[in-house]
T-cell receptor, first 115, second 113 residues
């Protein structure tokens, strides 16, 4: 069945460092991947997405890398700030199928940024 | 533009009872999805509605149901509550397509005693 999993459940970094959060997925039919950030007491918030026909996409301080050969996704956060502390989820969807609204989420990584 | 709103934010019920949760999507969004979030299972897809029709459903028992109204507002219902139904229930809205960005509400925290 479909599954999206994370290698590391927690990540602690110093303010100003770069952070890398990893995600493995198993559904080769997935063609759209998203990273979400969830702060305590809030719902997930969209960070960045990438389509399966891309290898890399950059946003403001964030970069997502997609390696379809090994079914691996990563989120890089540059100059990590205390406000980046949250749980980060990767999610995937098969936009070409009948997966309307069905995001499949990974387990999540807790990112803690120390001042 | 107002975000996705969910009511109530917190709810305490006892086993065997039923509960109805409400979600108001972002104005103009016609797709509403529901997710269950628990520490053990993470975020799991419940169902998705578009134009008052359920387009997709996750692997949950029939005790979990939902509906969507003509104004795109949605409700989900859980009947015969079990302890394991304690969770954060999240609603997300998007425009139309599966890959359209989903905007999440703050969730309803349901505790079943």
């Amino acid at each position: 069945g479909e599954s999206v999993g994370l290698h590391l459940p927690t990540l602690s970094v110093q303010e100003g460092d770069n952070s890398i959060i990893n995600c493995a997925y198993s559904n080769s039919a997935s063609d759209y991947f998203i990273w979400y950030k969830q702060e305590s007491g809030k719902g997930p918030q969209f960070i960045i997405d990438i389509r399966s026909n891309m290898d890399k996409r950059q946003g403001q301080r964030v970069t997502v890398l997609l390696n379809k050969t090994v079914k691996h996704l990563s989120l890089q956060i540059a100059a990590t700030q205390p406000g980046d502390s949250a749980v980060y989820f990767c999610a995937e969807i098969n936009a070409g199928g009948t997966s309307y609204g069905k995001l499949t989420f990974g387990q999540g990584t807790i990112l803690t940024v120390h001042p | 533009k107002a975000g996705v709103t969910q009511t109530p934010r917190y709810l305490i019920k006892t086993r065997g009872q039923q509960v109805t949760l409400s979600c108001s999507p972002i104005s103009g969004h016609r797709s509403v999805s529901w997710y269950q979030q628990t520490p053990g299972q993470g975020l799991q897809f419940l169902f998705e509605y578009f134009s008052e029709t359920q387009r997709n459903k996750g692997n949950f028992p029939g005790r979990f149901s939902g509906r969507q109204f003509s104004n795109s507002r949605s409700e989900m219902n859980v009947s015969t509550l079990e302890l394991g139904d304690s969770a954060l229930y999240l609603c997300a809205s998007s425009l139309v397509r599966p890959e359209d960005e989903q905007f999440f509400g703050p969730g309803t925290r349901l505790t079943v005693l």
